[in-house]
């Protein structure tokens, strides 16, 4: 006999147009181990969404004609024991994407991104991983370091700065380099660690920075100036 079976992910798909909800419920409704249980076509439906079909993900336009994905994933992040949230982009607006990444979306994928790869997405927010790849990273990270400096004194960095200050010198190692998009293999080999302690590093960050994942970490290095 084999053991007990997993109940499949929950997935709320929510955009204002129609052929993309097709689309990504076809995708994700063929796969065993995922059920789309909703749909909802503008940010304003969110909250009662979540409430009906209590998803495990939700898939997150960011352009609809009411409420915005962004304004939405920040409300929903707000709430107890929300969703994950995966952002939905056309990757044309990285501010609104920078946005939605530090209200806690779990990650973005670009419309165009091949069906595997979604499902792929899906699952690895589904387990509490970010889905922005290395790569993906630094493109975001170059568009910080391309902005034009605040003048005068900076809250935000004063902020990253103070909490980026209360880590051990191996911890701010270790978020300096997810910081410049670094993958745990690749820290593991800068660092000379192995991949296991990497991963209970960046664990034990999200927990002291009380941040949702990996690229809340390296947006707040970037914060801070330290790459």
């Known amino acids: 006999m084999g053991g007990p079976v997993s109940a499949p992910v929950r997935v709320l798909i929510v955009d204002d147009d129609p052929?993309?909800?097709?689309?990504?419920?076809?995708?994700?409704?063929?796969?065993p181990d995922l059920a789309v249980v909703g749909e909802a076509t503008d940010g304003a439906e969110v909250p009662a969404a979540v409430a009906a079909y209590a998803p495990?993900?939700?898939?997150?336009?960011?352009?609809?004609?009411?409420?915005?994905?962004?304004?939405?994933?920040?409300?929903?992040?707000?709430?107890?024991e929300p969703p994950e949230v995966l952002v939905l982009t056309t990757f044309d607006a990285d501010e609104q994407v920078l946005r939605a990444l530090r209200a806690g979306a779990s990650g973005f994928l670009l419309k165009d991104t091949r069906p595997a790869e979604i499902v792929a997405a899906v699952r690895r927010v589904a387990a509490g991983e970010a889905t922005l790849s290395p790569?993906?990273?630094?493109?975001?990270?170059?568009?910080?370091?391309?902005?034009?400096?605040?003048?005068?004194?900076?809250?935000?960095?004063?902020?990253?700065?103070?909490?980026?200050?209360?880590?051990?010198?191996?911890?701010?190692?270790?978020?300096?380099?997810?910081?410049?998009?670094?993958?745990?293999?690749?820290?593991?080999?800068?660092?000379?660690?192995?991949?296991?302690?990497?991963?209970?590093?960046v664990s034990r960050l999200l927990t002291k920075l009380d941040l949702n994942n990996r690229v809340q970490v390296a947006l707040l290095v970037q914060d801070a100036g330290l790459v």
Do not use: C
């Open 56 to 80: 495990d993900v939700v898939l997150m336009d960011i352009r609809m004609p009411r409420v915005d994905g962004l304004a939405a994933t920040e409300a929903l992040r707000a709430t107890a």
């Open 135 to 201: 790569a993906v990273t630094r493109k975001l990270i170059a568009h910080v370091t391309g902005t034009a400096p605040v003048a005068g004194p900076d809250p935000k960095r004063e902020r990253a700065v103070r909490l980026l200050d209360g880590l051990s010198e191996r911890e701010r190692e270790v978020a300096v380099l997810l910081g410049r998009g670094r993958t745990n293999a690749e820290i593991s080999t800068e660092l000379f660690m192995s991949v296991a302690t990497v991963k209970a590093y």
């Open 19 to 31: 052929l993309v909800r097709g689309a990504l419920s076809m995708i994700l409704g063929g796969v």
